[in-house]
């Protein structure tokens, strides 16, 4: 079956620690998000990449990093330097192409929960 | 970074009614999306629109493509226990290939 994974579900982490989330995705898509969403909150766009070995940053992308080295992985770091860092955090595919057709459509994994402690 | 305006925010309605809800912007969109989200889950496309006063549905939802291109609708007809979710809009502007999201409509059923 295509689609996105996401990984772990639940990740706990101690303050002052890095943690890395798991994105993977065997739809043949180009482009990869990150989203963070904080409760009775829509998405943010953290980052975001339209081709292997290239990243933008999104709008709210200080204290993150990721890395795009093949085609259907896009992990996502959550740094030591992220000063709210729990949150509910959401990965997303396109094709990516022009506006007005199903190129932008994007289609999201199930979410991991990251809780600091 | 910019938002779409998505009203309203919550909605409590009765089994049975019909739902209507609504995303405005002040900029023009050539692509317009929503999406349903359950707890602790990621959100899943229901319909996606592409074209000025296009109208499309997906079983008992219809959504419309504003003529203005600056304003969408979703409605939902004889809603049912399993419609309680929040539902996002999203659009795409001519000038750059990323989608700007609403904040949610909050769906929730009345006992």
């Known amino acids: 079956d295509g689609g996105i994974t996401q990984s772990p579900k639940y990740l706990f982490r101690k303050e002052g620690q890095n943690v890395t989330l798991s994105c993977e995705q065997n739809?043949?898509?180009?482009?990869m998000y990150w989203y963070r969403q904080d409760p009775g909150q829509g998405l943010r766009l953290i980052y975001y990449?339209?081709?292997?070995?290239?990243?933008q940053k999104g709008d709210i992308a200080e204290g993150y990093s990721v890395s795009r080295e093949k085609k259907e992985s896009f992990p996502l770091t959550v740094t030591s330097a992220q000063k709210n860092p729990t949150a509910f955090y959401l990965c997303?595919?396109?094709?990516f192409g022009p506006g007005g057709s199903s190129y932008n459509e994007q289609f999201f994994g199930p979410g991991t929960r990251l809780t600091v402690l | 970074g910019q938002q779409l305006n998505q009203s309203p925010q919550s909605m409590f309605i009765q089994e049975g009614e019909d739902v209507s809800m609504n995303c405005t912007s002040s900029?023009?969109?050539?692509?317009w999306l929503w999406y349903k989200q359950e707890p602790g889950e990621g959100p899943v496309l229901l319909i996606a629109?592409?074209?000025a006063g296009e109208l499309t549905s997906n079983g008992r939802l219809t959504a419309q493509f504003g003529i203005t291109r600056k304003d969408s609708f979703l409605n939902i007809s004889a809603s049912i226990p399993s419609d309680v979710g929040i539902y996002f809009c999203a659009g795409l502007m001519d000038s750059n290939y990323q989608l700007i999201w609403g904040a949610g409509t909050k769906l929730i059923i009345k006992p």
């Open positions: 900029s023009i969109f050539n692509t």
């Open positions: 990449s339209q081709i292997v070995n290239d990243f």
């Open positions: 629109l592409y074209k």
């Open positions: 739809l043949n898509h180009d482009a």
């Open positions: 997303a595919s396109s094709i």
